[in-house]
């Protein structure tokens, strides 16, 4: 009997698992096939034998290996000195004391409710001054201030007891010693949290690079591959696995890094 009153919540799982693995796996077969079958009846739910072809297309079309590099390097050091930012800034709004301390953490939150869109403008015209537009640089700049960053980093240090920090300053460590011996350690699931943050934010980025960007050679892959798409035809199949491509890196990313990073937001949540 108990079984039975069991079934319901496991046919519910079973629905909820099936709508969010659903879509990963259609987008997988789908970019096995050609531009016709993928539009066929009834639809094809078993692997197609155009995988190759659609990576050849892909490469020709936009240059994967150069679009993949591209992203990857504007994801990694757009993310490696956002988090160095994010974990001072969020080191002396947590450890230090200063004038003007509270006014400045809550302007710096209340850029969290600005609309990113609103900003375009005036870092488009920032980054052309500088000549910096159809760089990389343009790309990775605006980006090294993270409110949210900042936020989680500073929630997550008020955790760390000041007398394990005073300990390692009496015996001689200075501030950044202090930070890198003592903090990093301590902070690795609210790190770890942080990067997957902003690695998929910077890998995901698709209008901020569309504005900057103005040559092919250097799109990121998503603008790479929305330029694939045309108003007289659309070849599905390369968009497809270019579309499978460039999900399967923050897959594997969260995959690793999941248990840091679920314990960390949780870490960044519930201290005060």
Not at 29 to 56: E, Q, R, V
Not at 78 to 98: C, E, N, P, R, T
Not at 151 to 165: C, G, I, Y
Request: aromatic content about 12%; overall charge neutral.
């Amino acid at each position: 009997m108990s079984r039975i009153k069991g079934w319901p919540l496991t046919f519910a799982l079973a629905a909820v698992f099936a709508l969010c693995v659903g879509p990963f796996y259609w987008l997988a077969i789908a970019a096995t096939h050609s531009n016709s079958d993928i539009f066929s009846w009834p639809p094809k739910f078993y692997p197609g034998g155009h995988l190759l072809d659609n990576l050849a297309t892909l490469e020709s079309s936009i240059g994967l290996g150069r679009v993949l590099g591209n992203t990857v390097l504007v994801a990694a050091v757009q993310s490696v000195i956002a988090i160095v930012v994010s974990l001072l800034a969020g080191y002396a709004f947590a450890k230090f004391d200063f004038r003007g301390k509270n006014v400045f953490f809550v302007l710096l939150l209340s850029t969290l409710v600005i609309p990113s869109g609103v900003t375009i403008i005036p870092i488009f015209e920032m980054m052309n001054d500088l000549g910096l537009i159809d760089s990389y640089s343009s790309l990775i700049l605006p980006n090294l201030s993270v409110p949210f960053g900042i936020f989680l980093m500073r929630q997550s240090l008020l955790a760390v007891p000041d007398e394990l920090l005073d300990a390692a300053r009496v015996d001689g460590a200075g501030e950044l010693r202090v930070l890198w011996r003592v903090v990093v350690p301590v902070m690795r699931p609210a790190l770890a949290a942080l990067a997957v943050f902003l690695f998929l934010g910077a890998w995901n980025d698709f209008l901020w690079p569309l504005i900057a960007l103005r040559t092919p050679e250097m799109y990121t892959l998503p603008v790479a591959l929305a330029s694939l798409q045309s108003v007289a035809k659309t070849d599905y199949g390369q968009v497809m696995m270019g579309t499978a491509i460039s999900s399967l890196p923050m897959m594997i990313l969260f995959l690793v890094l999941q248990r840091q990073f679920i314990s960390g937001l949780l870490a960044g949540a519930t201290k005060g």
